[in-house]
């Protein structure tokens, strides 16, 4: 349960991490994610922060809370992968606009 803990710490982080390095090249126009977006808007990378810690804590408060089983794991699994995919897509965009930015 530990590792698949800090599995999720670190795509979480991941796509935090890429999610600041686009907007400071793109912009907050490139997320796609409008609650996202939203609080980017609002109150800036700190606000980001403050809501995926908020909603990681809960949904860690949830899993605690689950019997031992495969929702556990489940649920676990899930917000890896949502954290990997966020990184991927923002890495992606990343990318594929500084190589169009760039002189052919």
């Known amino acids: 349960m530990v590792a ?4 999720v710490l670190v795509a979480q982080t991941a796509d ?4 600041s390095q686009a907007v400071a090249v793109m912009g907050k126009g490139f997320e796609q994610n ?11 990378l700190a606000g980001v922060i403050g ?32 954290g ?5 897509s923002n890495v992606l965009a990343l990318h594929t606009y500084l190589a169009m930015s760039q002189p052919s």
């Open 4 to 7: 698949a803990i800090a599995a």
């Open 84 to 88: 990997l995919i966020g990184a991927g």
């Open 16 to 19: 935090l991490v890429t999610f």
């Open 51 to 82: 809501f995926k810690v908020l909603i990681l804590g809960v949904i860690f408060a949830l899993v605690r809370s689950l019997p031992q089983s495969g929702g556990r794991v489940l649920l676990l699994v899930a917000l890896i992968v949502i």
């Open 34 to 44: 409008p609650w996202a977006r939203f609080i980017y808007e609002q109150a800036g």
